[in-house]
T-cell receptor, first 113, second 115 residues
């Protein structure tokens, strides 16, 4: 079964810490995405990548950065975690062909205290 | 800016009581409209893609339809296992005709089906 795997389901970090969220897909997909999901706001795109070492800002990139050194792995970095970054983070991937929907990971619920 | 609005925010149904969820959208040029299902604590699961007005897709008790301004997800004779959050998303023509698959999501409709 094809999968998008996020390294942690739950994470608690302190304000000011540097936080790494990891995502790995085994479908050889070109596109990978990071979203955050908050009640009443839906899913909002943070960053996406359409190829190795390529990245594009989404709608809410402030306070985040990303890294894609290998095709299968896309990392989200919170440079200095803040309480307003407490959220559910979802990674997704898709093939370059736009007709197909995303495959999502199970999410990482991050709490910043 | 692309926008997606879903209504209602929450819907409670009795088992067997059919209803519809609405997804209204504004987008410069629509490549596709997507429906997802999300269970608590899990990532969204792909249901349908609709490409053009008038198109319909069906899967078990779910039927999705598309017009130029909105999409409906019709649920016929729902069962408790249909309880979930249903998400709608649009994919716009982007980047000078090149699309990398960026989706804009609505806030979702939380469906609860009581036995």
């Amino acid at each position: 079964d094809v999968k998008v795997t996020q390294s942690s389901r739950y994470l608690v970090k302190r304000t000011g810490e540097k936080v790494f969220l990891e995502c790995v897909q085994d479908m050889d997909h070109e596109n990978m995405f990071w979203y955050r999901q908050d009640p009443g706001l839906g899913l909002r795109l943070i960053y996406f990548s359409y190829d190795v070492k390529m990245k594009e800002k989404g709608d809410i990139p402030e306070g985040y950065s990303v890294s894609r050194e290998k095709k299968e792995r896309f990392s989200l970095i919170l440079e200095s975690a803040s309480t307003n970054q407490t959220s559910m983070y979802l990674c997704a991937s898709s093939p370059r062909e736009w007709l197909y929907g995303y495959t999502f990971g199970s999410g990482t619920r991050l709490t910043v205290v | 800016e692309d926008q997606v609005t879903q209504s209602p925010e929450a819907l409670r149904l009795q088992e067997g009581e059919s209803s519809s969820l609405n997804c209204s959208y504004t987008v410069s040029g629509l490549r596709g409209l997507f429906w997802y299902r999300q269970d608590p604590g899990k990532g969204p699961e792909f249901l349908f893609t609709l490409y053009s007005a008038g198109e319909e897709k069906e899967k078990e008790r779910l039927k999705a339809t598309l017009t130029k301004k909105e999409s409906f997800l019709h649920i016929t004779a729902p069962k408790p296992e249909d309880s979930a959050t249903y998400l709608c998303a649009v994919q716009a023509i982007w980047g000078g005709g090149t699309s990398y698959g960026k989706l804009t999501f609505g806030q979702g409709t939380i469906l609860t089906v009581h036995p």
